[in-house]
C-alpha cells in the first residue's frame, strides 16, 4: 500500500478520534493493518527529522513519537471501545503536548526558558487535573444510577408484593429485568 492510498485511511481513523467518534468499530484484522501503518508512517515522519539539527531536530523528532504515541492510543481506544482505553488516549495526547512544548523550551535561555517551561508544566498539571476530575465526574454518575435503579427496583417490587401466584411471580421478574437485578 503506497503512502498516498494510506494517508486518507489515517486521516479518517484521525477525524473520528477528533469528532469523539471511537467505540469497538474496528475488527482485529483492520486495527492491525491499521496499527502496522501508523507505525510506518510514523517512522517516516521520525526519518524527516534526520535533515534537521540541533534543537530543531529534537522538536521534531520529539513531535512524532508524539503523534506515534497518540495515533496508536487513539486506534487501540477505536478497537475496544474501553473507557480505560479512552483515558489512556487523553493522557497520550496531554503528555505528548507536554514533551514537544517542553523540548521548544531549549531553544530560549535564563528567565525565558524558566517562564516557557513552566507555561508547559502548568498546562500538562491542567490537562492531568481535567482528566482526573472526568473520571471522577463519570464514577459519580455512575453511582448515581445504580442507586437509581436499586431505589426503583425496590418500589417495584414493593408493588408487586401486594400480588399473590403467578401474578406476583411475573411481576418480580418483570422487574428484575427492568431494573437489571
Not at 13 to 37: C, H, R
Not at 81 to 95: I, Q, T
Not at 106 to 117: F, I, M, Q, R
Request: charged content about 35%; glycine content about 4%.
Amino acid at each position: 500500500m503506497t503512502t498516498r492510498t494510506r494517508a486518507p485511511r489515517l486521516l479518517c481513523l484521525a477525524l473520528a478520534a477528533w469528532a469523539g467518534v471511537a467505540s469497538a468499530n474496528l475488527s482485529k484484522p483492520v486495527y492491525s493493518q491499521a496499527k502496522d501503518e501508523v507505525k510506518a508512517m510514523f517512522k517516516a515522519e521520525r526519518d524527516k527529522c534526520d535533515a534537521l539539527s540541533g534543537n530543531a531536530k529534537d522538536v521534531c523528532v520529539e513531535r512524532a513519537k508524539g503523534h506515534e504515541k497518540v495515533a496508536l492510543a487513539n486506534l487501540e481506544y477505536q478497537h475496544t471501545g474501553k473507557e480505560k482505553d479512552r483515558n489512556d488516549y487523553l493522557e497520550a495526547r496531554y503528555e505528548a503536548t507536554y514533551k514537544v512544548a517542553k523540548e521548544m523550551c531549549d531553544d530560549k535561555s535564563g528567565n525565558a526558558k524558566d517562564v516557557c517551561v513552566a507555561e508547559a508544566k502548568a498546562q500538562h498539571d491542567k490537562a492531568k487535573a481535567d482528566l482526573k476530575a472526568n473520571k471522577a465526574v463519570v464514577a459519580a454518575e455512575s453511582d448515581a444510577a445504580e442507586a437509581r435503579l436499586k431505589a426503583d427496583y425496590k418500589v417495584a417490587k414493593e408493588r408487586c408484593d401486594s400480588l399473590s401466584g403467578d401474578a406476583k411471580d411475573s411481576c418480580q421478574a418483570s422487574a428484575k429485568a427492568r431494573y437489571f437485578q
